[in-house]
């Protein structure tokens, strides 16, 4: 079974500038999350899909941040604009519906803003 | 004060030993408790997962709850240098439905030195 997918794994962009993570779940799970997880801090959930449809955005910082779930399958992150502060890594997670409690992880985008 | 908290670290320890890795929390909600091992640059994955108050135990590692504590606790016997990683506790309430959400310590940093 594939695991999480996400791409890319590094990007390096500049305050103020924009930019897009993607993730692709383990086929077949409904619900997937997007955590920021920065440095020596654990994952903070910034939203919950499940399908294509938002369960909890509200830890997502909206001004800044949008993410979106096409077909209930792969997801989008953006930021735009980048500040300082959201150097951090992005983690996605997927899982099966029906109180799951596992959620499988995909390596990250370690994203540095300068 | 954070709901989930724990022991920051880093944590070193020879080969062999038996490590201690601990959180506390505030929410009474919460009623399963979950580790998380993260290896560097990896996304989390689950290590250990209860939802009682008491021991269970997989092969080296064995998970403690304490329910009118607020305290759980992961041992680690025979370490090995393999199990040099970052271990996150993590905590969810009773939902129905829909998956569910969890909350997540700061993360233990260990190394076990050969």
């Known amino acids: 079974e594939a695991g999480v997918a996400q791409s890319p794994r590094y990007k390096i962009i500049e305050k103020r500038q924009s930019v897009a993570f993607w993730c692709n779940p383990i086929?077949?799970?409904?619900?997937l999350y997007w955590y920021q997880q920065i440095l020596g801090q654990g994952p903070k959930l910034l939203i919950q899909?499940?399908?294509?449809?938002?369960?909890?955005d509200s830890q997502l910082p909206k001004d800044r941040f949008s993410a979106e779930r096409l077909k209930g399958v792969d997801s989008t992150l953006k930021i735009q604009p980048a500040k300082l502060e959201d150097s951090a890594v992005y983690l996605c997670?997927?899982?099966?519906?029906?109180?799951?409690?596992?959620?499988?992880f995909g390596p990250g985008t370690r994203l540095t803003v300068t | 004060q954070k709901e989930v908290e724990q022991d920051p670290g880093p944590l070193s320890v020879p080969e062999g030993a038996i490590v201690s890795l601990n959180c506390t929390y505030s929410?009474?909600?919460?009623?399963?408790f979950m580790w998380y091992r993260q290896y560097s640059r990896k996304g989390p994955e689950l290590l250990m997962y209860?939802?009682?108050?008491g021991n269970k135990e997989d092969g080296r590692f064995t998970a403690q709850v304490d329910k009118s504590s607020k305290y759980i606790s992961l041992f680690i016997r025979d370490s090995q240098p393999s199990d040099s990683a970052t271990y996150l506790c993590?905590?969810?309430?009773?939902?129905?439905?829909?998956?569910?959400?969890?909350?997540f310590g700061s993360g233990t940093q260990l190394t076990v030195l050969p």
């Open positions: 997670a997927s899982t099966s519906t029906g109180g799951a409690y596992e959620q499988y």
């Open positions: 086929s077949g799970h409904a619900t």
């Open positions: 899909f499940q399908n294509n449809g938002v369960v909890d």
């Open positions: 929410n009474s909600a919460f009623q399963y």
């Open positions: 209860t939802y009682s108050s």
């Open positions: 993590a905590m969810s309430s009773i939902s129905s439905g829909s998956a569910r959400q969890l909350t």
